[in-house]
């Protein structure tokens, strides 16, 4: 199967002349070699059955939305999660460069997150127009005038690319410093789609070799339990910060499964090094306590040694599902939790600073010119992070925004907001564009510019709430890492799996997702 | 955790004095070792989310009555399967006796079905006032009309049983011969509770190693899959005779992901004998087929050579999960389908003598004396089986009915009807058989009288759409037997798992169940 291509977008790439792009999209008409459109409506019953099946076997599930307390209480209200029946077509060598990204990535953002005065300043503007970044600013000030440091740093992030189908080059989209979600649904995508290519891998003359495993729950679990182990101190718990209702609940589930059963630790106050008959007792299972931020205000104190204790519990690492939007901190209540975690001694996944190196408008700041070498030192690996960068600029950029109100379909506008859904695009990059140039306040620092990225659009076949859907698609690849390091050395820093989501095209013009998204492997092209 | 013992019922076990049984009663009230109700709260409420955060992951799951398309659709409107909270305890002397008298009742039942003329004689008066039961002996006639021959015969059995607390004695209840259902999520239960008392058996004083594994599904895909072999026709499939709407499609639906991911055959038409680098592709999956009885008859035909073909694909094995009950024939058309697949040469699971074999009527002839060793030789065995039968007898026993009528509460009056629920308990006994002595009609034909048992009653911790439950119940153990043969040998006879399933029983007098089940596993003790 090679990368299915469909001649899709009648707008044109920056950086390419008409005449140029013209060519590469008649290359890319090309008659597909595979068009899972064509599957013989028979075969196709089976594989959506047997798709259906082994996600309510193996746990590949989200709470359904029309189900009363499908986000609070586990075990009711269960649905498939919404998937790609078959894998989606990625070339295999820019897979590879996305994962090599990984960990130098994990590097760069470590170090961005030491740099106190880089995050201040380059959100500075920013923070007098978005009061979230704000809100976030001010605690890590509070934690500069204290002089805090946090010694053992956990990053799980997740870097998201899509492939520009013009250029043919891999793009980065964002890098997720917070509650990177999906690690958990991820394997059993992957291995759901080398189930299905086993059984009817023949008929489809397809490899189920070809769709890479994923193993990002178990390298989110491990790095999790080595930072648990980190702090030590055996009693204390791991916290996750979720929020009140969540229907991608088993997604974090089988975090905390894999995390409780997988990595058992001796107790240190037990007769652990001496030859004894090694008995379950002696182990120790990582304890994990799901609480809201409202929750942790509430139960949360910091002990005179700086131990962060919930109901009476130590805590040794606080991992964050909650806390990224705005809509995280309906009142005072959540802030106070989150500063309280912040000045605490336990291990923070992401602490403050290194949410904010998270945000859009460091992105754009890493992407200026010799910024990246403040950073880094290494050459080859700041020329493979550039290569990645798409374009980005900032508002106060008088030549790109001209630019942008004059050809608003190659740019989108990204606010600093998480959780994606707030980009805008189009005609409404130039009207908010104009309203800006007019308005004369300072609303253009709450907006980063991004060249819009193309990628490929190809027939894709989708199953969502038990239906299934013919349908054209795009993708966007994350490639999940993991970093842990203490004050003498990196303990962890490695590429640990990927997600791939693939997203209905149909109903926008020009390849960014307007309809719903599944999840979805790779097939290795 | 020894046996929970309360003094549930007032009334008295049959063939003990009064005297006597209150003794025993006060022997039973001794304080119990360990009460469940008695589990602090702070821990009852993690062990309830980590159950049902099991179930959700691992896929022990039914069908939500409340949600649409939730017995018809796989993946959509699924919730946790009800449950007892902790394994219920059980004397290991019982369990292995249970579990012995397994390949004794596959072989008498094997030897019942042969036996046409016994199973036409002793259901002659049923036939008469049981229409259900008189069309499947209907069918049964032809195939003696026929001189029709099972060589392959596949028996997947359930044998039923009650511990009664008075006498201390197992007692069978019933022994299923079709669709004997719980295979594929009592596997998960067994788990579920060794995974709890692995987390949380030190706080309980309770070991996970007293839950008895539990391989009831492997057990059945494998005989399953040696059936199919027996056949020997590798492009031939398993037919699965369902219900149109079943809510318990996820214990179907383990058996026949075990029988396909465990079991790939060689294709008999390949090199599989030679020295060759083995491929996945040589491998034949078993192919299953979900089809209703109405399906069956409308795609159904039988070839010249007596193979069953539905829609063009032959037919190895028919496996029955509905069939069993007279609303799995609303039409002529199912009764076409089922004389279709008799007068086949297809496996079938069950056979319609084997169906016959394990009706009420029959169980009740084999308990009488001297029947047993019509079919068995073994006097060992012969006794074994004896032990464990409860009395039974027929409406035209006047000494019987006269004392039932007087004492209605030590028996229950049970219709031919398979299914459940359908028994009489009480003074509704009283009532029924004064007026079938009064009616004259031959309406007695059509029930069993049975000894009423009566299991001791026990606190126990449910757990039912996400809502946890303190209650009284009591427990019916069922053991599962797997039987093939061919024409020459037996090629397996063993016992294979088991079904714990424990009732309410608060809301009834005198422990039978009234209120819901769950389904659980087995604390030795």
């Given at each position: 199967m090679s990368q299915f291509s469909f001649p899709s977008s009648s707008v044109l790439p920056l950086n390419s002349s008409k005449s140029d792009s013209f060519e590469t999209q008649q290359q890319n008409s090309e008659k597909p070699i595979f068009n899972p459109h064509d599957i013989n409506p028979n075969l196709l019953q089976k594989l959506v059955y047997d798709a259906l099946v082994w996600c309510s076997l193996h746990g590949l599930l989200v709470g359904d939305r029309t189900a009363k307390k499908s986000g609070t209480v586990?075990?009711?209200?269960m649905i498939h999660a919404p998937i790609s029946l078959l894998p989606a077509s990625f070339p295999e060598d820019h897979f590879k460069q996305a994962c090599e990204l990984a960990s130098i990535f994990n590097e760069l953002f470590d170090r961005v997150s030491l740099d106190a005065k880089f995050l201040q300043d380059s959100l500075s503007r920013t923070r007098k127009v978005d009061e979230f970044t704000s809100r976030l600013l001010d605690i890590h000030s509070k934690m500069i005038d204290i002089n805090k440091k946090e010694e053992i740093r956990l990053g799980l992030h997740r870097s998201d690319y899509m492939l520009?189908?013009?250029?043919k080059s891999l793009l980065q989209i964002e890098f997720n410093t917070i509650s990177s979600s999906f690690a958990g649904l991820m394997c059993l995508v992957s291995e759901l789609h080398r189930n299905l290519l086993g059984l009817y891998g023949n008929q489809l003359q397809l490899d189920f070799r070809k769709v890479p495993e994923n193993a990002s729950v178990q390298h989110f679990a491990k790095a999790l339990a080595e930072a648990w182990r980190e702090y030590n101190n055996p009693r204390a718990v791991v916290l996750v910060v979720v929020q009140a209702e969540e229907r991608n609940m088993y997604d974090q589930l089988w975090l905390s499964d894999v995390l409780r059963e997988r990595y058992p630790f001796c107790f240190s106050n037990k007769t652990c090094g001496k030859l004894v008959v090694v008995k379950l007792s002696i182990f120790k299972r990582i304890q994990l306590k799901w609480k809201t931020l409202a929750e942790i205000d509430a139960e949360g104190k910091l002990l005179p040694d700086g131990t962060l204790a919930v109901n009476g519990e130590a805590v040794a690492v606080v991992y964050f599902r909650a806390g990224y939007a705005p809509t995280d901190y309906p009142s005072e209540l959540e802030w106070r939790a989150r500063l309280l975690i912040e000045q605490s001694s336990a291990v923070k996944c992401p602490s403050i600073a290194y949410h904010l190196a998270g945000t859009k408008k460091i992105q754009q700041e890493l992407a200026k010119p010799n910024v990246l070498e403040r950073f880094l030192d290494n050459k080859e690996d700041i020329a493979k992070l550039r290569k990645c960068f798409a374009g980005l600029w900032s508002l106060d950029d008088t030549e790109i925004i001209t630019d942008a109100i004059e050809r608003p379909e190659l740019y989108v506008m990204k606010p600093q907001r998480e959780g994606g859904g707030n980009n805008i695009y189009g005609n409404e990059v130039k009207e908010a564009l104009l309203r800006i140039q007019k308005g004369g306040s300072e609303e253009d620092a709450a907006y980063i510019l991004m060249q819009r990225i193309f990628p490929t659009v190809f027939p894709a076949l989708l199953v969502r709430e038990g239906i299934f859907h013919k349908d054209h698609a795009i993708s966007e690849l994350g490639i999940y890492g993991s970093y842990l390091r203490n004050k003498e050395k990196i303990i962890i820093n490695e590429q640990c799996g990927y997600l791939m989501r693939t997203k209905v095209s149909s109903s926008d013009e020009g390849g960014v997702a307007a309809g719903f998204a599944v999840l979805d492997s790779l097939y290795l092209s």
């Open positions: 586990p075990g009711v209200g520009d189908a013009q250029t």
